[in-house]
């Protein structure tokens, strides 16, 4: 098929190539502009733009989608359908109307629960222990489209948000793989999402990092893996502020929220409901991310210091 990809992040670069792979005509891929980045803040194109000027197909990077300029360009590239996967932008009418076949979206979510820009980590941030990716043909709502085929997969208690991003990636390339194959079959079955079920997985910001100890450690583990690698747990030890990447469940119990129980071998924390979580994984400011074990041998911890 002649196919228009619309994406942006490293997320989407397994979709654009699996529908390199399998043989299509890919006349043109959209991304978002180019952003600066890094403290010298260098000019960087996204992952998306990299894999295409690799293999020689036509970038368009409109900074608006309502203005007339993205319709001329999807004009110009004239696909059959359009394939969108983590693009940032919101299509209008006239381009989601413009393909023979409209525009197909592949959701990192068993829609319709967690609708929006952030639906892996708030699968874990939540505490779902499956999620999975939906294709589903656009409308003009946020997610509301009609699914074409949904995937799930199993949530495990110590993934990361980084980790489940890599799995759903690959995932969504198989699942998009399925969904152009069963439309060129005429096998695809449309089905309506129950709208009263849907939830919201908003933007992800800073503002979500900092540790509320008087949480339950069930819910402290989650918000240290949901928001690893990005944008990072925090809590501040010794009046220094530390990010925390990765963290476990344990059966050991304290008596005070955010109080260190254990040092040494391990780094144990008493939550809220007096469950302690091991901290597996730490960074201090201005430092590299490393083991609580070097942390520990880096910095003097003691039995009852607090986490704030």
């Known amino acids: 098929m002649r196919v228009v990809f619309m994406g942006t992040p490293d997320f989407a670069v397994p979709c654009l190539q699996k529908l390199i792979d399998c043989g299509h005509e890919v006349t043109g ?3 978002q502009p180019d952003k600066p980045q890094g403290r010298k803040m260098i000019l960087t194109p996204p992952p998306v733009k990299v894999l295409a000027e690799e293999k020689g197909i036509k970038v368009y990077q409109p900074s608006k989608m309502k203005d007339g300029t993205a319709l001329e360009m999807l004009k110009e590239a004239d696909p059959e359908l359009c394939i969108v996967v983590a693009y940032g932008k919101i299509l209008p009418k006239e381009i989601l109307e413009y393909p023979e076949y409209g525009c197909i ?18 699968s874990i941030i939540n505490g ?7 294709s589903m043909q656009m409308d003009e709502g946020l997610d509301t489209g009609d699914m074409l085929i949904m995937r799930d997969i199993e949530i495990d208690e110590n993934m990361t948000a980084g980790e489940l991003h890599d799995k759903l990636s690959a995932l969504g390339a198989s699942v ?18 129950n709208h009263d079920e849907f939830t919201y997985a908003p933007m992800l910001s800073k503002e979500l990092s900092p540790v509320d100890w008087n949480a339950s450690a069930k819910e402290i583990h989650n918000k240290i893996r949901g928001l690893s690698p990005w944008p990072s747990a925090n809590a501040v030890l ?30 144990i924390v008493c939550c809220g409901d007096l469950n302690c979580i091991e901290i597996l994984n730490l960074q201090a400011e201005g430092k590299k991310a490393m083991s609580a074990a070097d942390f520990m041998r880096g910095n003097q911890l003691s039995i009852g210091d607090i986490f704030e």
């Open 238 to 267: 010794h009046g220094k502020k530390v990010k925390l990447h990765n963290s476990a469940l344990t059966d050991i119990k304290g008596s005070k929220p955010g109080e260190i129980v254990e040092v040494g071998k391990r780094l």
């Open 29 to 31: 891929v959209f991304t």
């Open 176 to 193: 998009l793989e399925e969904t152009i194959d069963a439309l060129q079959k005429n096998e695809l079955r449309p089905e309506k999402q």
């Open 128 to 134: 779902f222990d499956k999620t999975g990716v939906t």
């Open 105 to 122: 979206n592949i959701h990192a979510s068993l829609l319709p629960k967690l609708r929006g820009a952030a639906p892996i980590q708030w």
